[in-house]
């Protein structure tokens, strides 16, 4: 067994985590197929975790009581190595604390846990966040898995949709310059379905962030299929490349990047989580997989 990796096998799935990021690599039937996109040319991770902070701040800049520090989009979790806890046939922990160098850029004390958890049919990730300082944590969280887009190589990529279980009308927010515009677009979801295309894309991201549904499937109208479910997660983001690429990103999220009107203390900006000196948070998403009829 490699230290970097972990493979996970149930009786049905494999699925490869690395300590860099806790992040998963690989996620893969008995049949062959490989639903995570590969990390090729066109994006160069797998399913990276966001963390202390989803989305970008405004100037890539966190203050925080007089004092500015840099912290790009999407956090330093995804950068750095996580510490193995548990290693076992079907589920592994790993664990980031605070230090120096993560205080350099985000000055609170933290203990961040991430857990997987392989079964016949589909693979569990739950998220701690524990606040092990004396002062209030404020922090995001977010999952970024991309599937491979088409599942099934050589089948059109129009031919695949996002099917909620609720209406799902409300209006969506999108992105300029990474950061969140202030107006609202109408939904692209027609009624419980979004029908997936490249030129959704084209303006980055499309955020729900009134998302009424806590689970959304994945797939053409034949073969292989993903569901992907959550909790303690508030807003959904969906985006590939606006180039276009072969992958779809399916990311549950507990905050957003910052509004474009947003310029004040770190600790005010909208959408974190405050967790209080020695309490956590927990949060978990799902990635059930296969093909046919879903189970």
Not at 28 to 50: C, M
Not at 68 to 83: I, P, S
Not at 98 to 112: E, I, K
Not at 234 to 253: D, Y
Request: glycine letters at 8%.
């Amino acid at each position: 067994m490699r230290e970097d990796t972990h493979v996970l096998r149930s009786s049905s799935l494999t699925a490869i985590v690395t300590s860099d990021g806790a992040e998963l690599c690989s996620l893969r039937n008995d049949a062959g197929t490989e639903f995570i996109w590969q990390a090729g040319p066109a994006w160069p991770r797998h399913a990276p975790l966001l963390f202390p902070i989803v989305g970008r701040l405004k100037n890539d800049e966190l203050r925080h009581r007089g004092q500015a520090y840099r912290m790009t989009q999407h956090g330093f979790a995804r950068d750095v190595r996580f510490a193995w806890l548990e290693r076992s046939a079907t589920r592994c922990v790993l664990v980031l604390h605070d230090g120096d160098a993560t205080r350099a850029n985000y000055p609170f004390a933290f203990r961040l846990a991430v857990t997987y958890s392989l079964d016949e049919r589909g693979l569990d990730v739950a998220f701690e966040i524990a606040n092990t300082g004396e002062e209030m944590l404020p922090a995001s969280l977010g999952g970024h898995p991309a599937f491979n887009w088409p599942l099934v190589p050589d089948r059109p990529k129009d031919g695949y949709a996002l099917t909620f279980p609720q209406a799902e009308a409300s209006p969506v927010r999108c992105l300029e310059g990474g950061l969140l515009r202030a107006s609202t677009e109408s939904s692209p979801i027609d009624g419980r379905v979004l029908r997936l295309s490249e030129s959704l894309f084209a303006g980055d991201a499309i955020i729900f962030d009134r998302i009424a549904s806590q689970s959304v499937h994945y797939a053409a109208a034949q073969g292989p299929w993903v569901e992907m479910s959550w909790t303690g997660f508030r807003e959904l983001g969906v985006w590939s490349k606006p180039t276009g690429a072969p992958f779809l990103c399916i990311e549950p999220w507990r905050g957003y990047a910052s509004p474009w009107t947003f310029d004040g203390e770190f600790c005010d900006k909208p959408g974190l989580m405050q967790i209080a000196p020695g309490t956590n948070e927990r949060l978990a998403y799902r990635i059930a997989a296969g093909t046919g009829l879903p189970r």
